[in-house]
């Protein structure tokens, strides 16, 4: 037996058989949800074979809910602004019980390399004004005493003030800490099971309309509780027990995402989040604490989880164009991972309605977070945590888990 499962078939017996809430998922958003609920006082016990090695794993972790509007994705915008103001709460708190986060107040800085570049960008400008959204447009002068390693190539400059960035992995592992602590110190059950959920448990065992009272694993085990929350990503639709109307409408977009040291003749690189357009395509730069460069992303709709050589070019060759000095760096690191994208590229997140209007008790899904995880974390676990206490804000009824029909 090896050293895990020693550890795993030593841990089985104290895993919790009943608590209040059982979250399926330890991405980011699993995450954010179960340490909410356990700092409310809820034993909460939550379901990862592998917490935070999905797409949290791979995520540049940028907090820009105006950068990311490049995505004209109108419908989110409330979302990701209501959310981006619950940060400084959130990471205050991680903070206050010792969880480093790797957060950056720096501003993003958006440049352009040719021609389209520039009126791409401009008239994206344009549609952020006209949304209300704070960006200025700089000279290449004040960019480049902003950012001295920019290119000379680069065409026009905007510099968005509040869009920050975090480490997406300290994040995840401050919220397992933390959940972990909260549990231990309240000697409440809980913490995390690093064990597959095969699907949901009912109170009347022919009815998948009915009651959700639990989770039962791959093992056999069963965990029961109050409430359950289905937040594994593209895991979720595969979930033995899903209501009859919930159609978990989920494709996997794979992208690769690269990681680069800077050597100490080079740093810092860059100081702020540098997003660009390189005829036509977008990539972006993003430093850390710890002296690396986070270069992304690609998109691909196919069935390869497999890291491709075309991607990891384009990243290396766009970046270089923003950034020359990127031809310098050790390239330590070349991640892929699958992203939960849904038709509409919103999130699945709320109650499941039954046909008469009355919802699935038990249950609460918050999954399809597509490129928006870790932005949206905090504004989950608000809207999952009201849900579970009994409120309800009718603003994110448009997010319904329910809106694509019978499955």
Not at 379 to 387: M, N, Q, R, S, V
């Amino acid at each position: 037996m090896s050293e895990h499962e020693s550890e795993t078939a030593q841990s089985h017996d104290a895993w919790p058989r009943t608590v209040d809430v059982a979250v399926v998922g330890a991405g980011v958003i699993g995450l954010a949800i179960a340490w909410s609920l356990a700092r409310a006082g809820r034993a909460v016990c939550v379901i990862d074979p592998d917490p935070a090695g999905g797409a949290t794993f791979a995520a540049a972790g940028m907090l820009a809910p105006v950068s990311e509007f490049h995505y004209r994705e109108e419908n989110l915008l409330e979302l990701m602004l209501a959310s981006a103001a619950l940060y400084p709460a959130f990471l205050g708190a991680l903070s206050e019980v010792g969880c480093s986060t790797g957060y950056r107040a720096s501003e993003t800085i958006v440049v352009g390399i040719d021609s389209a570049d520039r009126q791409s960008l401009a008239d994206l400008h344009d549609a952020q004004q006209r949304n209300g959204l704070l960006v200025e447009p700089i000279t290449l002068r004040e960019a480049r005493s902003r950012e001295p390693m920019l290119s000379p190539g680069v065409s026009c400059a905007y510099r968005v003030r509040h869009d920050h960035h975090l480490d997406p992995r300290l994040l995840a592992a401050g919220l397992l800490k933390a959940l972990t602590s909260i549990a231990e110190q309240a000697g409440l059950p809980g913490g995390v099971v690093r064990q597959r959920a095969a699907g949901l448990i009912h109170a009347e065992v022919e009815d998948d309309d009915s009651m959700v009272v639990g989770v039962e694993l791959v093992d056999g085990t069963r965990i029961m509780a109050t409430e359950v929350v289905v937040a594994n990503g593209l895991s979720a639709p595969g979930l033995v027990g899903l209501p009859p109307s919930l159609a978990l409408s989920m494709r996997p977009v794979h992208g690769e995402i690269l990681r680069l040291s800077v050597g100490e003749r080079l740093h810092p690189l860059i100081t702020s989040t540098v997003r660009g357009l390189v005829r036509g395509e977008p990539v972006y730069l993003v430093p850390r604490d710890d002296g690396t460069i986070v270069v992304g992303a690609t998109q691909r709709e196919d069935d390869s989880a497999r890291v491709s050589a075309g991607g990891v070019y384009r990243l290396l060759r766009d970046a270089q164009e923003i950034v020359p000095a990127v031809a310098e760096l050790d390239l330590i690191e070349v991640t892929a991972r699958a992203r939960p994208g849904t038709p509409d590229n919103a999130p699945l997140l709320g109650r499941v309605a039954m046909s008469g209007g009355a919802h699935v008790a038990g249950l609460v899904i918050a999954t399809g977070f597509f490129r928006h995880g870790v932005l949206l974390a905090p504004i989950a676990a608000e809207i999952c945590c009201g849900l579970i206490e009994g409120a309800r804000d009718a603003r994110w009824d448009a997010y319904r888990p329910d809106r694509f029909g019978h499955s």
